[in-house]
């Protein structure tokens, strides 16, 4: 397969469903109909298994080692089970993105070569709220914090052994799509493209209309109260400063 692979990385709950489908749009990107690690033939690949397969419950980061190197028997039975997802077969490239990807990307750059790398990193305060909505009691907003940090650390330190690889701001992407895809666009090298058209690919995730996209942030973090804001802050602070978010 001389076709390249992209990759899609970022902490859960940071914007990269919207920019899969966004960039599943273009015609020149091959989309998996399904995340990666939900593919039909998991019990023959042993092991790319998501999140919930180990019981993490969206806070994978709990656990590195069994993501950071999956444990995959069968590479080139994996492989073809992803081409099987594919939404379409003339574009340039062939784009994946389960959430682990972003500790992984080294494993997915050796085996998926030639391969190329998006990572999307959100406002912390803003994920961890939406974490802890979306399990309820299963996580608390300490937990919640560190995931992000240590996700959006690795995804980072990793990065500077990538080929390729561009970051992204889900705060760019949601308040200047146009420019951010222009940006994207040129990075890998593809025709300029109109996101704004009401057709979708059925990608199996939820569908959404490109004239709706809006920043969730100051929803997010309204939804916090101060003690809950602090909780994030005193256990993210490293990676909430290097960003610059701040409540």
Not at 39 to 61: A, E, I, K, Q
Not at 116 to 131: D, K, P, Q, S, T
Not at 141 to 163: F, I, P
Not at 173 to 194: F, G, P
């Amino acid at each position: 397969m001389d076709k390249p692979w992209l990759f899609i990385l970022g902490c859960n709950n940071s914007g990269t469903t919207l920019l899969y489908n966004l960039l599943g749009r273009h015609p020149q990107i091959d989309p998996l109909k399904k995340e990666g690690q939900d593919s039909p033939h998991m019990p023959f690949t042993n092991d790319y298994r998501d999140d919930y397969g180990f019981g993490l419950n969206r806070v994978w980061t709990e656990k590195l080692g069994l993501f950071r190197n999956p444990d995959v028997k069968n590479i080139e039975r994996l492989t073809q089970s992803w081409l099987n997802m594919r939404a379409s077969k003339g574009g340039k490239y062939i784009m994946e993105k389960s959430p682990p990807d972003a500790v992984r990307s080294l494993w997915l750059q050796e085996h998926f070569s030639p391969a190329w790398f998006v990572g999307i990193v959100r406002n912390g305060y803003a994920v961890c709220e939406g974490i802890k909505r979306k399990k309820g009691g299963a996580i608390n907003y300490e937990r919640a914090a560190r995931h992000w940090a240590k996700a959006n650390e690795v995804m980072l330190n990793d990065s500077k052994k990538l080929m390729h690889f561009k970051l992204f701001r889900y705060e760019d992407l949601t308040e200047n799509t146009e420019k951010t895809m222009q940006s994207l666009e040129k990075y890998l090298d593809l025709s300029q493209h109109d996101y704004s058209d009401t057709g979708i690919i059925d990608l199996g995730y939820s569908h959404f209309s490109p004239s709706k996209i809006v920043n969730m942030n100051q929803k997010s973090i309204n939804a916090l109260d101060p003690n809950q804001r602090e909780i994030i802050h005193e256990n993210a602070k490293e990676m909430l400063e290097r960003f610059y978010y701040e409540l």
